[in-house]
């Protein structure tokens, strides 16, 4: 289901423009596709954000003319250090068109211990209906064992939706963690390295007194 959101058009530009837009709580982006002209948009700040929760969450854009358009998500920016939205790329999707997105991967059960479950790659590319995007693609890993192994080619897909990853590519694999062994202490070696040449030097002393 599409997130309503309405949203004014964008008149101003520029980095300032752009500040006064997010200080009043707002959130420039620009909608394109289907080979239309990008438009600048100002969305709501709060709500965006919640939508923007699913990375390729489907919104309705309402602008005050009465226009509407589908979108989903194509890029979002944020703040190096707050992490809030600074400004969002949109593109317009038809209702029955197919779109390719990058779908997160969860891993879920707990393989047979002490095996634990690696992921390999975090997204799937799917090709699937605008309108029937799933938020993520789950796997089941519950009682596999070491050495057993997902690729792409064997995850199992919603209805009506097409893999666009390789399938060859591994996904999960389960394995046992391997316990690296500590380097020993440098300084200790050096330390024993000294007394042996102390030990030594004392010895050849003792030799020339006799």
Not at 48 to 56: I, P, S
Not at 78 to 92: A, G, K, N, V
Not at 100 to 107: C, L
Not at 124 to 138: F, G, N, Q, R
């Amino acid at each position: 289901m599409a997130e309503k959101l309405n949203v004014e058009l964008r008149e101003e530009f520029g980095k300032g423009a752009a500040r006064r837009i997010r200080a009043e709580h707002k959130i420039p982006a620009v909608l394109y596709g289907h080979g239309e002209d990008p438009v600048h948009l100002i969305l709501p700040g709060h709500e965006t954000a919640l939508a923007a929760r699913n990375a390729n969450a489907l919104l309705e854009l309402e602008q005050a003319d009465g226009t509407s358009n589908l979108a989903l998500i194509k890029e979002i920016q944020r703040h190096p250090l707050s992490r809030t939205l600074t400004h969002l790329d949109l593109i317009i999707v038809k209702r029955g068109e197919k779109v390719e997105v990058d779908i997160p991967i969860s891993v879920n059960g707990e393989p047979v211990a002490p095996a634990i479950s690696v992921l390999d790659l975090q997204t799937l590319t799917i090709s699937v209906d605008a309108l029937k995007v799933p938020e993520v693609i789950e796997i089941d890993v519950e009682g596999t064992e070491e050495g057993h192994q997902v690729f792409a080619g064997d995850v199992t897909l919603p209805s009506g939706v097409e893999l666009v990853t390789d399938p060859e590519l591994l996904v999960v694999a389960i394995q046992i963690p391997r316990v690296e062994e500590e380097p020993e202490d440098e300084e200790t070696e050096g330390e024993d390295a000294e007394s042996a040449e102390e030990g030594s030097e004392e010895s050849e002393g003792s030799d020339e007194e006799e």
